[in-house]
T-cell receptor
Framework: DADVTQTPRNRITKTGKRIMLECSQT?????MYWYRQDPGLGLRLIYY???????NKGEISDGYSVSRQAQAKFSLSLESAIPNQTALYFC???????????FGPGTRLTVL | EDQVTQSPEALRLQEGESSSLNCSYT??????LFWYRQDPGKGPEFLFT???AGEEKEKERLKATLTKKESFLHITAPKPEDSATYLC??????????FGQGTRLTINP
């Protein structure tokens, strides 16, 4: 089984809908991250969490919210989806940041 | 502001044709530089971590090197299966990674 799983893998939704992307990990890492990837813009950090009680905004948090339900679960919500949120979304985890991060397989989100 | 710039954006090589990818960075006190490989539609896969200037790491046909301002990913005698996007990232502050835009590498048979 994969260490970092994301659901759904693909999602098509309409403008204004609320959606949630979920991430689970079995690596035992305390730190979890949500990244967004757009062509030509690379990976940009949306939110990150260092434990269940710690949530921090990344560089592009507007329009998103997160919930850290447990050490192993970190979900990303779009309260009212808009077309420019169409992107590839990655969950990642890490132990010590000096060892880098491990990425999930990604969720391809399309907002019509 | 911490920045990571990768060049070229895209590189097309013939099988067996060696080359290098560049990652230039500006960060206050480098604490780690990472290389990842990403296949289309998949999550980035960790390749190397470099911590100090002069350090080198190797894996099969790939070798990563680090200076005080940039890192190179050298690809020796590449094969079509080495085709992917290669991402570079540095640690920002105490807790986050900042990524470059990546280099899309295509190896033609």
């Amino acid at each position: 089984d994969a260490d970092v799983t994301q659901t759904p893998r693909n999602r098509i939704t309409k403008t204004g809908k609320r959606i949630m992307l979920e991430c689970s990990q079995t690596k035992g890492h305390d730190r979890m991250y949500w990244y967004r990837q757009d062509p030509g813009l690379g990976l940009r950090l949306i939110y990150y969490s260092f434990d269940v009680k710690d949530i921090n905004k990344g560089e592009i948090s507007d329009g998103y919210s997160v919930s850290r339900q447990a050490q192993a679960k970190f979900s990303l919500s779009l309260e009212s989806a808009i077309p420019n949120q169409t992107a590839l979304y990655f969950c990642a985890t890490s132990d010590l940041i000096g060892q880098g991060v491990s990425f999930g397989p990604g969720t391809r989100l399309t907002v019509l | 502001e911490d920045q990571v710039t990768q060049s070229p954006e895209a590189l097309r090589l013939q099988e067996g044709e060696s080359s290098s990818l560049n990652c230039s960075y500006t960060v206050s006190g480098l604490r780690g530089l990472f290389w990842y490989r990403q296949d289309p539609g998949k999550g980035p896969e960790f390749l190397f971590t470099l911590y100090s200037a002069g350090e080198e790491k190797e894996k099969e046909r790939l070798k990563a090197t680090l200076t005080k301002k940039e890192s190179f990913l050298h690809i020796t005698a590449p094969k079509p299966e080495d085709s992917a996007t290669y991402l570079c990232a540095v640690i920002q502050g105490a807790q986050k990674l900042v990524f470059g835009q990546g280099t899309r590498l295509t190896i033609n048979p």
